[in-house]
T-cell receptor
Framework: AQSVAQPEDQVNVAEGNPLTVKCTYS??????LFWYVQYPNRGLQFLLK??????LVKGSYGFEAEFNKSQTSFHLKKPSALVSDSALYFC???????????FGRGTSLIVHP | EAQVTQNPRYLITVTGKKLTVTCSQN?????MSWYRQDPGLGLRQIYY???????DKGDVPEGYKVSRKEKRNFPLILESPSPNQTSLYFC?????????????FGPGTRLTVT
């Protein structure tokens, strides 16, 4: 079985500060990990994914994520937050042979001016 | 413009009145799926399709039907809606069927069943 956890319902950060949105996962075998962002009244947009290779993955809008196999984590990061980054962020995982992704509950990121 | 479209965007209906939410993608994607989004539960997959005439259940299929007669369309059917199906629904597609492919989402359909 596969599962994913986003331990924080909400993350608050000041504009210009670094941000981290946490995600941990559980799968059988190697994971395929994804981050999506949802702006108000919009569908989810793909940000980045980890399939294999370099543990640091770079994605859209200056976001990056670090895959840590020993800690089974895939935290989303950005060096300098923007007010426009305020949105709902979802982590998702799939394992080999799975056609159904499992999404986390989402983390609301609020960037204060 | 490459996109996934859904109609309607908002729908209020009554218990038991059959409804269909349409989904269409113009990217020639093989894989399409339906999700519902509920507060505190994230997204849960209802059904998915790996190609024309190939559909399978996701995590929460009860009360829903789908069909995939054409590659671009994947309608979601609620034959007898109930209030517990009040939710935000998303259609999504991806270019491949394997686990490494990301998905492209439609704008969502907010359904209220009274």
């Amino acid at each position: 079985a596969q599962s994913v956890a986003q331990p924080e319902d909400q993350v608050n950060v000041a504009e210009g500060n670094p941000l981290t949105v946490k995600c941990t996962y559980s799968v059988s075998g190697n994971p395929y990990l994804f981050w999506y962002v949802q702006y108000p009244n919009r569908g989810l947009q793909f940000l980045l994914k980890y399939i294999t290779g370099d543990n640091l993955v770079k994605g859209s809008y200056g976001f990056e994520a670090e895959f840590n196999k020993s800690q089974t984590s895939f935290h989303l990061k950005k060096p300098s937050a923007l007010v426009s980054d305020s949105a709902l962020y979802f982590c998702a995982v799939k394992q080999r042979g799975s056609y159904i992704p499992t999404f986390g509950r989402g983390t609301s990121l609020i960037v204060h001016p | 413009e490459a996109q996934v479209t859904q109609n309607p965007r908002y729908l209020i209906t009554v218990t038991g009145k059959k409804l269909t939410v349409t989904c269409s993608q113009n990217m020639n994607h093989e894989y399409m799926s339906w999700y519902r989004q509920d507060p505190g539960l994230g997204l849960r997959q209802i059904y998915y399709s790996m190609n024309v005439e190939v559909t399978d259940k996701g995590d929460v299929p009860e009360g829903y039907k789908v069909s995939r007669k054409e590659k671009r369309n994947f309608p979601l059917i609620l034959e007898s809606p109930s209030p517990n199906q009040t939710s935000l629904y998303f259609c999504a597609s991806s270019s491949g069927t394997g686990p490494t492919y990301e998905q492209y989402f439609g704008p969502g359909t907010r359904l209220t069943v009274t």
